[in-house]
């Protein structure tokens, strides 16, 4: 009918046939079942023709596309080309896609998304070319473009982790519903399949239809019973995945919970208990443990123990509920009853109680609670057993018996000698008893009595045992000599002890009885040890106490005449025949202390150098003492020091060495006194001197008073004119100390006196004005190697005007004694100088000069007067000699020097020692 009105249609505007051509075409179904937007196409295109006076003709056509989703924009969707074609316009806003206006190509503006929109459908009207008296000619095309799906979407389930929880009793075929996994893509691009991938589980994956096409439902069927005491929790795993290419898929897990049901019996770990308790066990002891445990949990599994009442039905037993525990509820009575049947109930808590019985099967032990009794039979009716040493091994002694009213191991006994290894006793079995024998050799004298001790013990637990003590007493047989304690003796006695002095007393004991034991000591020989003379009476001069045994001196003794002496004593014994023995006793003649430890040397005398190192031997004394046989070991000490020597020698006690404790210096002191003691163990003493003389060596150089002198002479002097004199002091004795002088330098014009020092003109000077002439002058010392050192003398040449006019002292060397101990501050000297400028009106001071310090903590100088003084007393022991150099200074700073020599002479201040304190 569509087709009818659209025939009348066209044929009342008189369009051409063939201009209506592609209209029919494209309408081949009934215009009321064709859809509406082609209708509006449709009718927007007969309107335009009606209204458009200048078309003069039309085409409707219809143009389909496929286009995959999410493409780029720009994307090429199609073309709408044509022969004449000159614009395309759309008839529309279209945002998705654009049409080109002169090419007509279709392209892409937004990337399509099927799942939002699937389908586009807009109308381009195409202009096409026409002559200019003919009216325009359009071409109307519907284009429709089907967005294709592309797997883009990945299957989603709602929720990732579900938690549920389902009974063990559940049966086989239930089912647990599952939330499909959602994926907007179509066909094969969609969800297709479910699968689990957690391993092996007692559920599979079941797929429903609805009732719909493709409408399924998805659960989780359960094919295998469950069993919550096996496995109480699942975990599975299920993915979602699409039919894409490459496919997409989801996981989503399930926790399932494997809830319990009451569907245990509890068990008890053991089909019967059979404990043991002793019948002495207190109320409260436990008796055992019953154990039952259920395979439920929760309340199903809680256990609860009870005692069946009928079958406790004294009450002796009770349980713990909870624990199991079965203790002991009153007393035991192995005698009255010695098992104990008790029949225990466990008991779950679940909601239908299950429970199980156990048979308790309680042993009563016997306690040992008898003592066994010693019963003892001796020969003879006495409390003690009587035995011959003589008797032989199986001789009877007593019969013992043992009786214990207990039964069993508690009753069985046995009868033990304790000490049998010890003794010459034993037991043996005889009958229902024991006798005790004898089985060893008897000696009343090595032992008149022994004491048994036996045991009677059971084999109950615990052992019980009875003690009894029995006594055996050995009869004598006389057949023991006296025996002395040791075959020899040693003592000693003074040898200035008198007549009758006890000295010593032996003992001999014989171990036989009565007559047979008294003993009667002799002296039977007498042997002299070490020296001897032969006019001693030996045999009279030691005694014995026949009975006591004590011996005596019997005559005046002399351990100069005999060292000891060997005495043989006789024990004898008072039996028929008599035994005897003899021993040795040695008898050592002390030595009395009368003499005094006596030195080698009345006096000694040694030398040692004065670099000696600390610890250097000084000299060995040696003293002895006549007493003992000259072993007596003597001590040696230091008992007086001199000249300062305390703190610089020292004496070993022993060996009497004497060794040096600190440095020596003979410059300081050059001998020194010692008193030295030797003393024995008995405080007898000897005395000796000892002097130590310190041998100088030539450690010291020659000192001269100044580093530079200065002198002064006129050109017109003579040849053999004293320009000065230079002094060095060596403080090292004899050759060491003994000091020359010679000149190095300026030997053209001017000599040295070799001895005193004085520099002297060898020339005349007149040819020489205003000219300072440098000599050089050494000073050694005698020593081997020499030592020496040097000094520049100055010497200016001019006349009256340019020389140097310092002070002179009247000597270049002041020699001086005095006394040693004066008291300090003693005048020993002055010295004086005078100023050689004759317009100087000015004073001259006094010093010591810096070259000697040494010589500043002994003496002083008054700066005025010249005065020289001591600062301490003096000791001529220490120092013989004092050397130093004073200065004279002018208030113009001219400076002359000065030698001092200060001898100190010797006063007797020093006491005479004895060598030893008696001769």
């Not at 300062?644 to 410059?667: C, Q």
């Not at 002064?712 to 004899?734: C, K, Q, Y």
């Not at 002297?760 to 000219?771: C, D, F, H, K």
């Amino acid at each position: 009918m569509g087709c009818t009105i659209l025939t009348v249609l066209l044929s009342i505007i008189k369009i051409p046939t063939v201009v209506t051509m592609p209209f029919m075409a494209i309408m081949r179904t009934p215009l009321m079942t064709m859809p509406l937007n082609l209708k509006m196409i449709l009718l927007s295109s007969l309107s335009l023709l009606f209204l458009s006076p200048l078309v003069s003709s039309s085409e409707l056509t219809e143009v389909l596309y496929h286009v995959e989703e999410n493409v780029k924009p720009g994307f090429l969707v199609g073309s709408l080309r044509r022969a004449g074609a000159v614009t395309f316009s759309l008839t529309s806003e279209l945002k998705q896609f654009n049409v080109h206006p002169r090419h007509g190509d279709i392209r892409v503006n937004l990337s399509p998304d099927r799942e939002v929109q699937d389908r586009f459908e807009f109308t381009v009207v195409i202009f096409l070319e026409s002559s200019e008296d003919s009216a325009t000619k359009t071409q109307v095309v519907n284009v429709v473009i089907l967005v294709t799906d592309v797997n883009d979407n990945t299957p989603e389930f709602p929720r990732k982790v579900i938690q549920m929880t389902i009974i063990e009793s559940q049966p086989v075929g239930f089912k647990i519903p599952i939330d499909a996994a959602d994926d907007p893509d179509l066909g094969t691009n969609s969800t297709q399949n479910y699968e689990i991938v957690s391993g092996d589980s007692p559920f599979r994956l079941k797929q429903e239809n609805l009732g719909f096409d493709d409408l399924y439902s998805t659960s989780l069927e359960l094919v295998k019973p469950l069993d919550r005491e096996v496995v109480d929790y699942y975990v599975v795993d299920i993915v979602a995945s699409d039919g894409g290419s490459p496919p997409r898929s989801d996981q989503m897990t399930l926790e399932i919970k494997v809830a319990d049901v009451n569907d245990n019996t509890p068990q008890f770990n053991q089909s019967i208990y059979r404990p043991r308790v002793s019948e002495d066990s207190t109320v409260g002891s436990v008796v055992c443990t019953v154990l039952a445990t259920d395979h439920d949990e929760g309340d199903n599994a809680h256990i609860t123990y009870l005692i069946e009442p009928r079958f406790n039905k004294a009450g002796l037993f009770t349980i713990d509920a909870d624990t199991g525990v079965i203790t002991l509820a009153g007393s035991l009575d192995r005698e009255t009853a010695d098992t104990h049947d008790l029949v225990v109930r466990a008991t779950d808590r679940g909601q239908f109680p299950e429970r199980t019985t156990v048979r308790v099967s309680v042993k009563v032990l016997d306690v040992n609670d008898n003592t066994p009794e010693i019963s003892v039979t001796f020969m003879a009716k006495d409390e003690v057993g009587m035995v011959s040493e003589a008797s032989t091994v199986g001789d009877y002694v007593a019969h013992v018996n043992v009786e214990d009213r207990d039964v069993d191991e508690n009753g069985r006994v046995e009868l033990i000698l304790h000490n049998s290894g010890a003794t010459p006793f034993s037991i043996a079995p005889v009958g229902a008893g024991y006798a005790v024998q004898v089985s060893g050799v008897l000696d009343r004298e090595s032992r008149d009595m022994w004491e048994l001790k036996l045991e009677a013990r059971d084999h109950g637990v615990p052992v019980r045992r009875q003690h009894r003590d029995i006594v055996v007493k050995v009869v004598d047989v006389n057949d023991s000599p006296p025996v002395f304690s040791k075959q020899l003796f040693n003592c000693n006695v003074s040898e200035i002890a008198e007549q009758g002095t006890e000295i010593f007393r032996v003992y001999a004991t014989d171990d036989d009885m009565g007559i047979n034991a008294e003993i009667t000591y002799s002296i039977v020989g007498v042997t002299s040890v070490g020296k001897s003379n032969d006019h001693l009476n030996t045999r009279i001069s030691f005694s014995i106490n026949s009975v006591t045994g004590v011996i005596a001196t019997g005559s005046q003794l002399d351990r100069e005449a005999r060292e000891s002496v060997e005495l043989k004593v006789e024990a004898r014994d008072g039996g028929s025949p008599s035994l005897s023995t003899t021993c040795v006793v040695v008898v050592k003649i002390l030595d009395y202390n009368d003499n005094d430890p006596r030195f080698d040397e009345r006096h000694y005398t040694t030398l040692i150098p004065e670099d000696a190192p600390v610890g250097s031997e000084v000299l060995k004394v040696v003293a002895t003492d006549v007493d003992d046989g000259g072993t007596t070991p003597l001590t040696y000490s230091i008992k007086e020091y001199y000249s300062a020597a305390e703190s610089l020698f020292a004496i070993h006690p022993k060996s009497g060495v004497i060794t040096t404790l600190a440095s020596l210096d003979y410059e300081e002191q050059k001998s020194y006194n010692l008193v030295v003691e030797a003393h024995d163990p008995g405080g007898r003493r000897g005395v000796t001197s000892v002097e130590v003389l310190i041998q100088d060596l030539n450690d010291n150089p020659p000192l001269f008073s100044q580093k530079i002198y200065k002198a002064s002479l006129l050109h017109t002097v003579l040849p053999g004119t004293i320009a000065t004199r230079v002094a060095a002091f060596d403080v090292d004795s004899g050759l060491n100390g003994v000091v020359t002088y010679s000149m190095l330098q300026g030997a053209e014009r001017f000599t040295i006196d070799t001895t005193t020092g004085f520099i002297s003109t060898t020339v005349s000077l007149s040819g020489v004005t205003n000219t300072t002439e440098k000599l050089t002058i050494e000073a050694r010392d005698s020593g081997t190697p020499p030592q020496s050192s040097v000094c520049s003398v100055l010497v200016l040449i001019g006349s009256l005007s340019t020389i140097d006019l310092k002070p002179v002292f009247v000597s270049q060397e002041y020699e001086v004694e005095t006394p040693e101990s004066r008291s300090p501050d003693y005048h020993i000297l002055t010295v004086f100088a005078k100023s050689t400028d004759p317009d100087y009106k000015g004073s001259i001071k006094y010093t010591l000069s810096q070259l000697t310090r040494h010589a500043h903590s002994t003496f002083s100088i008054e700066e005025d007067s010249g005065r020289i003084l001591t600062r301490v007393p003096l000791d001529r022991e220490a120092t013989e000699t004092h050397n130093f150099v004073v200065e004279a200074t002018d208030e113009l700073g001219r400076q002359g020097m000065a030698a001092v020599k200060v001898s100190v002479t010797d006063i007797n201040d020093n006491i005479a020692l004895f060598t030893a304190p008696s001769y």
